[in-house]
């Protein structure tokens, strides 16, 4: 799942694939829908927020005429116009009863419930069948559904917004030559997230900029870099922590 807003030039990102969605790309048999696929966007009344909800294939297989997998809604959401992501993403459909979810409509303008810390809900319908949709023309029993999302602001004891700066290990690691970074600051900071070569030259500024709570995902391309061991900084506030990674091509 891509995003391209003006806000980075349209620039193309990478916000959803294997890297952050359990999806189960091989599992969707004779389904003409994409494992990943049919986003709707949405924004908030106020501030600067917008939302991704998609459809993702899971491991639940349906053991009928084409053992198609069952699908599962997921969404994403921003603080700062679609510049970074927050989220995961995260499941917002229910585990039980097993169900194939698809099909999401939801509002393209939100309402915020309260302005500081900013919560929002957003609600959907979803189309739904617990047999799992089919070019089988019996297959007719799908019922729609209300499903619904609450951010969870910054707050102490919040394992989704912790109150403790953050860097996490690369992954994948090795890599070749995309990986993902992901950080966690707990209020807002000016945060720098650069990357060195073992002989501590810098080899790309990830993050040089000022970025409100919350928890991030930077994707590194060392596409033009030579194989080695790398190290990437977080700088945010008082905290500092380096991380060492591994490019092998």
Do not use: C
């Not at 030039?9 to 091989?26: E, L, Q, Y």
Request: proline share 9%.
């Amino acid at each position: 799942l891509f995003w391209s807003p003006n806000i980075n030039s349209g620039v193309s990102k990478v916000i959803a694939d294997s890297s952050n969605v359990p999806f189960a790309p091989n599992l969707t048999g004779n389904i003409v829908q994409p494992p990943l696929g049919r986003p709707i966007i949405g924004r908030s009344e106020t501030q600067d927020w917008l939302y991704v909800a998609f459809n993702a294939a899971t491991e639940n297989v349906y053991v009928g005429t084409d053992t198609s997998t069952y699908f599962a809604g997921y969404i994403m959401y921003s603080t700062n116009g679609g510049e970074t992501w927050i989220g995961g993403p995260e499941k917002f459909t229910p585990e039980e009863p097993l169900l194939d979810w698809k099909y999401i409509s939801g509002l393209s303008v939100f309402p915020v419930l309260q302005a500081s810390p900013i919560v929002f809900t957003l609600h959907f319908v979803m189309q739904a069948d617990s047999l799992q949709e089919s070019p089988d023309p019996n297959f007719l029993s799908s019922q729609y559904y209300h499903a619904s999302f609450t951010n969870n602001p910054p707050s102490v004891g919040n394992e989704n917004f912790p109150n403790t700066f953050r860097l996490e290990q690369n992954y994948p690691n090795p890599f070749n030559p995309n990986t993902k970074i992901k950080y966690t600051i707990p209020s807002e900071s000016f945060v720098q997230l650069k990357v060195y070569d073992v002989l501590g030259n810098e080899v790309a500024t990830l993050v040089n900029e000022e970025k409100p709570a919350g928890n991030y995902v930077i994707n590194f391309s060392a596409e033009k870099n030579p194989s080695g061991v790398y190290f990437y900084a977080l700088n945010a506030g008082d905290f500092i922590q380096t991380k060492k990674m591994l490019l092998l091509k």
